[in-house]
């Protein structure tokens, strides 16, 4: 089949394709990988999902190059190196961390949790808590706000598109053991709205992601400040589904109403300048 014959695929075919030549890129490179230094787990998932993200990113060039004959790729999919984009990724991640430290400072008024001092090294904690979440923040966002969401704009309307893209970002979170599945389940309708949050995000900002990547690693940056510096102590007696199951916020019904907040805002955003 002709490369430019792809875009006429059905919509379900164009996403198992990208997925498979991902993979085929990928698989040959990280068995080896994880075979050599199969006693570093640590060390095998950083060079295996680093790899994934380089091979992301040369497949996605590829992909928009030559299936949807446009030479700038990462320009159509959401992402610039411009004054607007950057300061809404500032913007973005200011929000993000904002939210989430007021989250867990309203659990700590209610009494549901303390704050105190941290161990170790927290400039440390802080600086890997940064680089960390703009990895993660950045590779998710151009795949579900950046690819995905222009396939499935491809087919469908705007509507149909936000929230097919927010369920397939929630269910993908899910792909782990069945056991370990249904008990954080209790995270998909945060998982879900985060989607929605992160779509409208784009959509306010002319269909670039600065926004979008910032407020998603800035919820991710101030958890993993909170939780790895080890500066929160819940206390037994408040029940998990408020604070979280396993102390993740977004299996709690105070994580949930942050994020519908959020949410408003978002959506309100997007109206505006829309």
Not at 50 to 74: D, H, Q, R, T
Not at 149 to 173: C, G, P, R
Not at 237 to 264: E, K, R
């Amino acid at each position: 089949m002709y490369l430019e014959n792809i875009t006429r695929l059905p919509l379900i075919a164009r996403l198992l394709l990208f997925i498979l030549l991902l993979l085929c890129f990928w698989i040959p490179f990280a068995l080896p990988i994880s075979l050599l230094f199969a006693k570093d787990s640590n060390l095998v998932s950083i060079l295996t999902m680093s790899l994934l993200g380089l091979e992301y990113l040369l497949l996605l060039k590829l992909w928009s190059k030559f299936v949807e004959k446009i030479p700038n790729g990462f320009q159509y999919y959401g992402w610039e190196w411009t004054y607007f984009n950057l300061s809404n990724l500032l913007k973005g991640i200011s929000i993000g961390f904002s939210f989430c430290l007021c989250l867990f400072f309203v659990e700590s008024l209610f009494g549901w949790l303390e704050i105190k001092p941290g161990s170790g090294n927290l400039i440390l904690v802080v600086a890997q808590g940064l680089l960390s979440a703009l990895a993660v923040a950045f590779f998710e966002e151009l795949f579900f706000r950046g690819w995905l969401l222009k396939e499935l704009e491809h087919n469908y309307s705007k509507l149909t598109s936000l929230v097919t893209s927010s369920l397939i970002f929630a269910l993908l979170h899910f792909l782990k053991p069945i056991a370990a599945a249904i008990r954080t389940f209790p995270q998909f309708p945060a998982l879900f709205l985060l989607g929605l949050i992160l779509v409208w995000a784009k959509r306010s900002c002319r269909d670039k992601l600065g926004l979008s990547i910032g407020i998603h690693a800035g919820l991710i940056w101030g958890y993993y400040i909170l939780n790895v510096g080890q500066l929160l102590s819940y206390k037994s007696d408040v029940p998990d589904w408020l604070t979280g199951i396993n102390h993740n916020p977004l299996s709690g019904v105070m994580g949930l109403l942050f994020l519908t907040l959020l949410a408003q805002i978002m959506q309100r955003r997007n109206k505006i300048i829309s």
